[in-house]
């Protein structure tokens, strides 16, 4: 048994091998104390009881030596070997092999076992012998022999009146002792054994108290680290030690756990219906762009979970080059490949998943399918072009009848007829001219509207242009009975912009201006203003305002009131003044007048 | 103490008038009969009170030269002894015989067994020369004046044909010397041999006979010449109506003997001739030199 193997001990053998060790140790000590003084205490009786019975023979023989009465010798040496006190009771063990008087020449004079030893012949001569024959007083002596154990053969001199009769000797054997000894041996170990089981027992039953609930812990422990957190297994103990506190404290901790856990999977629970029921497909990936997970808005293209999670984003893409894991905050439009092979659109916005450390571990992706609203704005630009197209050449088929119908008359009367006379003639010539120019002003106007032509900026005094264009316009017919007003309160100096353009602008706003005034007399204001960088031009009438709602769609092409306009001098004029990187913007309450405001920057540049 | 008392009260006020005022009569033994036997002795002593309706008082001695003293001196009444005592003693002082056991068919006599260990090579006595020996006591017939004879007519003595030679004072000792070989042989009274051999064979079955002497009158019972003559009577017809009481029986069947008979004074002179051979041969055997030490 290696070390090792005592490490994979529970507490509780090892608190019972430790008590069955103590125990054993010290009942081994006591044993070993024990059976040593219980060998001397045997041993010394042992000897005593031999000179004792040695001394008894001597006494005993005096008489019976002087009477020669061999018969009651041979009974005194046999009764000190089979007497009852010569045995052991316990053990029916003779503890007396032998008894013999013997005559100071050595001849044998009682034996206890005569049929061995002779009476009357003389004993075979040894040292044993020798030295038994010579002691004057008591001699033991230890002989080893080679059946029996240790032997004490004892020898008392027979004396009368000092003159030695004899040497009575006995022969104590010590296989008793060893005997008994084994006796006490097996009884110390049994009580070792006693003590050894008894210690196991308290052992086990001390240590089952301590570990019974470590075991338990470590099994709820066990449980809680495969992952069951909702049903922790609490300890169970009464006791108040370390143990027991151990055991409160984790049986708290297990509880805490639960319920942190039963919240976690609660809100957990929460997001995951609010990802899954999202109307958006929710999605992320790794940093290598495989997908990890999509919610349940991805059956919609026919997918489920498991037929996207671990492949790569890219195969759903119709481009697979596209970043759609590249966490642009701008939402990109991407195009999918559902299940069955159709194209999706979708606007996509990512973001970038980090660690708390920062690190990027995938991107999270939230797409709408706008598919169907692609498809229904591509039908409304194209219904819309439609209805622009119709309007426009209503519009301009209306524009052009008018004029065209005049000069028609006017043609048809000059070529029909007698003639007409020669004023007739001119005011009918006048008129196919007039009508002639205006058909030509609304076709240079189309022409201008479709014609983009990129601005062609260079110094210009603006306050040139704007005298320029007021000169003509005050020649119009619409001027006439009109107040055009110019106020110049700060010279403009000279501005970087396409002069032509921005005559055109001006011209167009102030027409109108002058056109809303109507027939009733009114008056145009036009201003001019330079600050940071920019000059304004400020054209402002006294008419009767627009009307709020029409407010906002001034600038749209076609929205007018007027009835012989198209309605595309604003919608010109703002596409050259945005041309200029400047704003034009209007003002108007009803009642009370419009107020239109140009900026431009000074040096072309906003 | 107070029990003491009260029954030395009670002895004083009944030795006047009942028997137990008598002198108690006084029997004696030795154990050459049989050693272990003390409480089958007691038994018939016992009996024989009751019979006579007086105490008696059973004596115990070593050997019979003390049981001959006693009745010399008359401090015994009644001795159980051996054939030769008694011819010495009836010589000298007059006792009388008062019955005899029989304990054979043959009669009121028995035998002087010749013994030797089992595994003894010896098949005969003479064969014993230069080896040991065990008599049992000096005044015994079968264990010491029948091998004294039986040598005598060797023209030997003890002294010169054994090496050596002991008594033990009784016939089972004689038994136990030879089986445990502290002798090479031994004399001892067939009847004591025949008892042993029925009650402890494991001790006899140790030993071999290997001689029977012709028959010789058995070890009466004898009396003191001056003992009461109504009282001889009275005893008498006690021994010889034993075996007609069942308790009678039980102690004769105890003790292996038949009955108890009468027998007269000639069944012992095989004994006087043997006795006096051997004191012609050796007159330096002089019974009285053979006293216990």
Same mark, same amino acid.
């Given at each position: 048994m290696t070390l090792h193997a005592v490490h994979r001990w529970t507490i509780g053998t090892k608190l019972a091998a430790t008590f069955v060790a103590v125990i054993c140790a010290v009942a081994l000590l006591i044993s070993v104390s024990m059976i040593t003084h219980e060998r001397r205490a045997l041993d010394a009786e042992l000897r005593q009881r031999g000179v004792n019975l040695a001394q008894n023979l001597a006494r005993l023989s005096v008489d019976l030596v002087l009477q020669d009465d061999l018969w009651r010798l041979y009974t005194v040496a046999r009764d000190i070997v089979q007497?009852?006190? !010569? &045995?052991v009771p316990a053990a029916q063990d003779r503890i007396v092999l032998y008894a013999m008087v013997v005559t100071p /020449? +050595? =001849?044998?004079? !009682?034996?206890?076992d005569p049929a061995r030893f002779s009476v009357g012949e003389p004993l075979p001569p040894d040292s044993l012998t020798g030295a038994a024959l010579g002691a004057t007083d008591v001699l033991i002596q230890p002989v080893v022999t080679q059946t029996d154990a240790l032997i004490y053969d004892i020898a008392v001199p027979v004396v009368l009146d000092r003159q030695r009769l004899a040497t009575a000797r006995v022969g104590i054997t010590t296989r008793y002792l060893e005997a008994t000894l084994a006796r006490v041996k097996r009884e110390v170990l049994l009580i070792v054994s006693v003590l050894a089981a008894v210690g196991l027992g308290l052992g086990l039953a001390v240590s089952r108290r301590i570990t019974r609930p470590l075991a338990q812990l470590s099994t709820s422990v066990e449980t809680l680290s495969r992952g069951q957190l909702d049903r922790p297994i609490l300890v169970d103990t009464v006791e108040k030690d370390e143990v027991g506190r151990l055991a409160d404290a984790f049986n708290q901790m297990a509880r805490n756990l639960r319920d942190s856990v039963a919240a976690m999977r609660a809100t957990q629970q929460y997001l995951e219906n609010l990802l899954e029921h999202a109307n958006d497909f929710i999605y992320t990936v790794d940093a290598g762009g495989v997908l990890t997970y999509v919610n349940r808005k991805f059956r919609e293209l026919g997918y489920e979970k498991h037929d996207l999670v671990g492949r790569p984003l890219g195969t759903l893409l119709v481009d697979p080059t596209r970043g759609a894991w590249g966490g642009e905050p701008k939402a990109i439009e991407v195009d999918v490949r559902d299940r069955a092979g159709g194209i999706r659109v979708w606007v996509l916005t990512t973001s970038l998943l980090r660690e708390p450390e920062g690190r990027q571990t995938g991107t999270l992706g939230i797409a709408k399918d706008i598919t169907e609203r692609k498809e229904m704005e591509q039908r409304l630009r194209d219904s819309e072009k439609l209805a622009s197209v119709g309007a426009l050449a209503g519009a301009m088929a209306h524009e052009i009848r008018n004029p065209l119908g005049s000069i028609v008359t006017a043609v048809n009367l000059l070529a029909t007829g007698p003639g007409p006379a020669d004023a007739e003639r001119q005011a009918l010539l006048k008129v196919v001219q007039e009508e002639s120019r205006r058909l030509s002003r609304i076709l240079g106007d189309f022409l201008e509207l479709g014609r983009s032509r990129p601005p062609f900026l260079a110094p210009h005094d603006l306050d040139g242009v704007v005298d320029e264009v007021l000169a003509a316009l005050a020649l119009t017919e619409r001027a006439r009975g009109k107040t055009i007003r110019k106020v110049l &309160?700060? /010279? &403009? +100096?000279r501005v970087l912009v396409d002069a032509d353009q921005l005559k055109q602008v001006l011209w167009n706003v102030a027409l109108n201006a002058l056109e809303a005034l109507g027939d009733a007399p009114g008056e145009v204001v036009v201003s001019t203003a330079r600050e940071d960088g920019q000059v304004r031009i400020v054209v402002t009438d006294t008419g009767p305002g627009i009307a709020r709602d029409r407010l906002p769609r001034v600038f749209e092409p076609f929205r007018t009131t007027k009835r012989d306009g198209m309605g595309l001098g604003l919608a010109i004029a703002r596409r050259i003044v945005e041309s200029h990187r400047g704003h034009i913007r209007v003002e108007s309450e009803p009642g009370r007048g419009t107020s239109v405001t140009i900026t431009v920057p000074t040096d072309g540049r906003s | 103490m107070r029990g003491f008392t009260v029954s030395s009260l009670l002895s004083l006020l009944v030795l006047p008038v009942g028997v137990a005022a008598e002198a108690p009569l006084r029997i004696a033994i030795t154990p *050459?009969? *049989? =050693?272990?036997?003390l409480d089958v002795n007691r038994q018939w002593v016992a009996y024989v009170g009751e019979q006579l309706g007086r105490p008696t008082q059973l004596l115990q001695r070593r050997s019979y030269k003390e049981i001959s003293d006693l009745l010399e001196q008359g401090e015994v009444d009644i001795a159980f002894v051996c054939g030769l005592p008694y011819i010495i003693d009836h010589a000298r002082f007059g006792v009388e015989l008062l019955v005899a056991p029989q304990v054979y068919e043959a009669g009121p006599v028995y035998y002087s067994y010749v013994i030797v260990p089992a595994d003894s090579p010896v098949a005969r006595f003479e064969e014993l020369r230069g080896k040991r020996y065990a008599f049992s006591d000096p005044l015994s017939n079968s264990g010491r004046l029948v091998p004294a004879y039986m040598l005598a007519q060797m023209g030997e003595t003890p002294d010169s044909f054994f090496k050596r030679y002991m008594y033990t004072f009784s016939h089972s000792g004689n038994v136990e010397a030879v089986a445990v070989k502290l002798v090479d042989g031994a004399s001892v009274d067939s009847y004591v041999y025949d008892y042993l051999a029925a009650t402890n064979p494991a001790l006899t079955a140790k030993t071999r006979v290997i001689q029977r002497s012709p028959p010789h009158g058995i070890t009466p019972v004898v009396v003191r010449k001056e003992l009461d003559r109504q009282l001889k009577g009275a005893v008498r017809r006690v021994f010889l109506q034993m075996h007609e009481t069942a308790k009678g029986r039980e102690i004769l069947k105890a003790m292996m003997i038949r009955a108890f008979v009468v027998v007269p004074d000639r069944l012992y002179d095989s004994i006087r001739e043997m006795r006096a051979l051997v004191e012609r041969r050796t007159p330096q055997l002089s019974l009285e030199r053979a006293r216990p030490r």
């Open positions: 007497a009852p006190g !010569a &045995t /020449r +050595g =001849e044998l004079l !009682a034996h206890s &309160t700060l /010279r &403009t +100096g | *050459v009969l *049989v =050693e272990h036997y």
